[in-house]
Each structure stands twice: as C-alpha cells, then as structure tokens.
C-alpha cells in the first residue's frame, strides 16, 4: 500500500513513510537532529518518530535517535484520511473551542449563539443587533428595563428590542430566520403596559 507521507506536529516531528521513497534512510538525514542543515525548511526535533507502510517491515530498521511506532498502533484511518495517534503519557493536543458553547446561561461568550432545549434545530445564532439586545438585557441581571434603556445599552437606533429580530416575509418557515425570534420569546418577559423589559435567565446566572 502506498501512502503520502505525513508530517505531526507535535513535540517530536512524526514521519510516515511509503514505498515511493526512493531512500528512506536519506530522507531521514536530512532532518536528523544530529544532521541539522540550513537549507531545511525543518526545525531539527529534539527527536524523530517513523513508522513504515511496507507489510514486509516488522523490525525498527532505524539506529539510535528515531523512536519506531508500529502503523497499526499509531495511525488512523478515517474518511480517506490519516490521523497520527499521541504516545501513551503525552498531553492531548489543544482542540479548538466551540464558539456556540453555552458560556453565560444558554448563550455564547460573545452572545451570538443561543442553545435552548426546546428548539430542534440545534445552537441559534444571532445576528449583530439580536446578540447586543441579548448583551444588554443580561447586563441588566433580569432587572425589568424601559424600551430605551435596552436599546441605549446595545446601541442600537431601534425603537423596541423586537425589531430587530422581526423575520421578514420571505424568510418564514426557516429555522436560520426564525430561531432568533424563537430565543426572543422565549427568553425576555415583557411588561407591556409598563413598556418593560426584562431577561431572567440572566438573574439566575448572577452569582449571589
């Protein structure tokens, strides 16, 4: 079988190489740490890892400094892809954040995804305007607020907080149009005689 090679960047460079190497073992020097050259757009690794493609190879063909990880135990394959495998004791590699994880309350740490259980089309996300009517009311710690008080604190020019999550006619039925206003409703209570506006979730978020 016959596979590209494969670089890992982790601690240790990882090298996986194929039948389509011509001479493995100078593919190797090139980037020993004991060989470092200026030309190589290598960094020299403190050390090497290889492993073989070739079905015949059961022995570590390499001398002291290349640390040999069998394919089986070392690389995945999935989807048409590869994967390297981290050595038993070594730290996992730093995954990427979700951006849509509930950070205060139901929503994001930058407000502009919301997840609520009863929604089934999975994380809402906000627009600009929705998100900052969100920021507004959280800062309020569910207190009730006038119309003009949210709006002034997301600055934001719109008469009410519902404006701007209003889904135009075009746009009825879709879950990307219509979940914000879902949230709305949900989420923010409001006192219409009074023209008052208030989010709880926020106050049960507020540490005591």
């Known amino acids: 079988m016959t596979m590209p090679a494969t670089i890992n960047a982790n601690s240790a460079k990882t090298f996986a190489l194929g039948p389509h190497h011509p001479s493995p073992a100078s593919r190797i020097a090139r980037v020993s740490p004991a060989r470092p050259s200026a030309s190589s757009p290598w960094v020299a690794p403190a050390r090497l890892r290889a492993s073989w493609f070739w079905p015949s190879v059961r022995d570590a063909p390499f001398g002291p400094g290349v640390e040999w990880l069998a394919l089986e135990d070392r690389f995945a394959f999935y989807g048409g892809g590869i994967s390297f495998i981290g050595m038993p004791g070594e730290p996992p590699a730093p995954q990427a954040s979700d951006p849509r994880t509930p950070v205060k309350g139901p929503f994001s740490a930058d407000f502009r995804w919301v997840t609520l ?77 009074a023209g008052l506006y208030a989010m709880p979730c926020a106050a049960a978020s507020t540490p005591a």
Do not use: N
């Not at 998100?131 to 507004?136: D, Y």
């Open 117 to 193: 259980p009863d929604w089934p089309h999975g994380p809402i996300r906000l627009t600009e305007a929705q998100a900052a009517v969100f920021e507004a009311l959280w800062s309020f710690k569910g207190e009730p607020r006038t119309a003009e008080q949210v709006m002034r604190r997301a600055g934001l020019d719109s008469a009410k907080p519902i404006d701007v999550f209003k889904v135009k006619t075009r746009d009825k039925g879709k879950p990307e149009a219509e979940g914000p206003l879902f949230a709305y409703r949900t989420l923010v209570v409001t006192q219409k005689r």
